[in-house]
């Protein structure tokens, strides 16, 4: 038996991620009280100071933060559905294996540009990241793709094949790079939010709000997928267009939050399926339950990648997985006792 | 109204899966389908449902074209059963029915009475809140015949409705077998033509109003099961010798082998 409704897990998500959110505005390197946080949101704040951290700083990278970790988690539930394997994940597809030789391939390239910061605050390494992850997917997308339709055993074959390939890449630029771009470039496949702008949300954002407003569509057409494509058909389902639809969709949201966020991993393959099990696999509930459980993963570690080794950050990647990964086994262990 | 397959062959890398078949399914009759292994039971269903084209001739669904339906409504008309269902995700034995409702705007209640009555109908209402994960072989085929059977439950305005089964009782007990081919008169009486490929030949004799033989991808024989089940047929497809008899109660053909 599940243990809770997918009414009241959302209900407890949508409740729980205003908190956590304003939770995290209070925490930092600078530590700023409940009361001043509220004063500050809600209504005039007594310093410009503290309107500066709250404002321009931490509200962003909290939004971004919501955003990616939403996109993440949505596209992680669509691509395990897509596949009918829970242990699937967007970089299933290529996107994060493309998006990391076109980011080390902008770090060892055009080093020097970064640090100026061009192409009006997005780095030059965010559209290298996009422009990798999406042509990846395209190409793994071409390659199981013949005139039978998308064969989704080739695609995942393919996408072991492209990984192994843009591996063997990013190897190669790490090998010819020096020190510093070494550290660039590992700390960049870590994932970090720390280079939040107002600019990066708004874009992140926009992606977020599509792929919400798009997805459910198409979650009657994810359920019966899983029983299978030809049975998908004889329900009525137009296979081929909806896996277009949602690998094109996964590419651009996974495509877009590498590029602003860097390899965040983890969210997408543990959320949806900790979701799962909560609440069973019917996508009408999965995905804005992951959605939001994404999210709030996403606000509290990077809370704490700001905070346990102040006055340093750790990157974001790195806290999600130690959350992330105990709780799974926690939960891992229950159902096997449940059974 | 019928579903009509006009002179289909299908050739597939390099093999002559079908030849020449021409076979008419009738609204309110059972069809059945026999033949050994390999004989291309399975692909005349796949090409009967849309799921594999002809590489020559065509199929029709209530006069029309198969392809020229909307995906939905062949949906609405035709459910396909097929032989086995592989399933991973712990959805329970309800939400698998409600997933043949896919097709269907008749709104919640209405689907959660239809998804209980299926069930119901299938001895399965037992399963109605349990994993379809951690049902056995012969629970989960009833699961998935009760989501076909809420998928036609109610007539379609669009035409005739068809019921397609790739060898439904494989997985079943006695009773259930009984259970299987009793729905399946159900339906035929309300109208809906069902095809079904059988193992068990006197299952087939039992039910069907058309048995259809197949053989090495061309039909052998159709026809009444008196008509088409004899001693020199079986032994010349299943190279099987037999006796035919009639059943004492239902006074059907019965193959003693």
């Known amino acids: 038996m599940r243990h809770l409704s997918a009414g009241r897990l959302i209900a407890i998500l949508v409740i729980l991620l205003p908190v956590v959110a304003l939770l995290s505005m209070t925490v930092g390197t600078v530590s700023i009280s409940w009361i001043d946080t509220l004063h500050a949101v809600f209504g005039s704040s007594s310093s410009t100071q503290i309107d500066t951290i709250l404002f321009d700083i931490r509200l962003p990278r909290i939004l971004l933060a919501i955003f990616v970790g939403a996109v993440l988690a949505t596209t992680g539930a669509v691509m395990q559905g897509l596949f009918r394997n829970p242990l699937a994940d967007p970089s299933l597809i290529g996107v994060s294996s493309g998006a990391s030789v076109g980011a080390s391939l902008m770090i060892v390239t055009a080093g020097g540009f970064i640090q100026g910061g061009a192409l009006v605050g997005l780095s ?39 990984g192994a390939l843009a591996g063997a890449l990013n190897s190669l630029l790490s090998y010819f790079s020096d020190n510093d771009m070494l550290r660039q470039i590992s700390l960049w496949q870590m994932g970090n939010l720390s280079g939040a702008s107002w600019l990066k949300v708004t874009i992140m954002g926009l992606v977020a ?11 009657k057409a994810l359920n019966a997928l899983l029983l299978g494509e030809s049975e998908a058909r004889h329900l009525g389902v137009n296979v081929q267009r909806v896996k277009r639809r949602l690998i094109v969709l996964t590419a651009l949201g996974v495509g877009v939050s590498v ?5 965040v991993g983890f969210v997408g393959l543990i959320m949806p399926h900790i979701v799962r099990l909560m609440i069973g696999p019917d996508h009408r509930w999965l995905i804005p339950a992951s959605g939001l459980a994404g999210a709030i993963l996403l606000v509290v570690a990077d809370s704490l990648a700001r905070i346990v080794v102040i006055p340093a950050e750790l990157p974001t990647g790195i806290v999600t997985a130690i959350l992330g990964a105990p709780f799974f086994v926690a939960l891992l262990l229950q159902q096997r006792k449940d059974v | 109204m019928t579903m009509l397959a006009s002179d289909i062959s299908l050739h597939l890398s390099g093999f002559d899966l079908l030849r020449h078949i021409s076979l008419e399914v009738e609204a309110g009759k059972v069809t059945a389908i026999v033949g050994p292994n390999g004989a291309g039971k399975s692909s005349l269903l796949k090409v009967l449902t849309g799921d594999m084209s002809p590489t020559k001739g065509d199929v029709y669904l209530n006069n029309r074209l198969l392809n020229q339906w909307q995906l939905l409504e062949k949906a609405q008309m035709l459910a396909m059963l097929p032989q086995h269902t592989l399933l991973n995700f712990p959805f329970t034995a309800d939400e698998v029915v409600g997933l043949g409702r896919i097709p269907h705007q008749t709104g919640n209640a209405k689907d959660t009475q239809i998804i209980a009555e299926a069930l119901e109908l299938v001895d399965a209402s037992y399963l109605q809140r349990r994993f379809y994960t951690q049902m056995s072989g012969g629970e989960k085929q009833r699961v998935q015949l009760a989501r076909v059977l809420a998928q036609i439950w109610q007539p379609s305005c669009l035409g005739e409705q068809f019921l397609v089964l790739d060898e439904p009782t494989s997985a ?24 079904m490929v059988l193992h068990d030949l006197n299952l087939a004799a039992r039910c069907a109003d058309n048995l259809v033989v197949i053989n090495s991808g061309v039909i052998a024989a159709q026809g009444s099961p008196e008509d088409v089940l004899t001693e020199p047929l079986i032994d010349k497809v299943f190279g099987v010798k037999s006796i035919i008899t009639e059943h004492p109660i239902t006074k059907r053909p019965l193959v003693i082998t």
């Open chain 2, 172 to 195: 079943f007990d006695l009773s259930h077998q009984k259970l299987t081919l009793d729905i399946v008169r159900q339906l035929a009486q309300k109208g809906v033509g069902v095809v």
């Open chain 1, 259 to 263: 590029a602003v966020a860097g390899l």
């Open chain 1, 209 to 219: 709000m599509l792929l919400m407003g798009l997805f459910p569509r198409d979650s």
């Open chain 1, 124 to 162: 030059l390494v965010s559209v290298g990241a996009f422009v990798g992850g999406f042509t990846a997917t395209l190409l793994v997308y071409r390659l199981a793709t013949s005139g039978m339709g998308t064969s989704v055993t080739t695609m995942l074959l393919a996408g072991i094949a492209i």
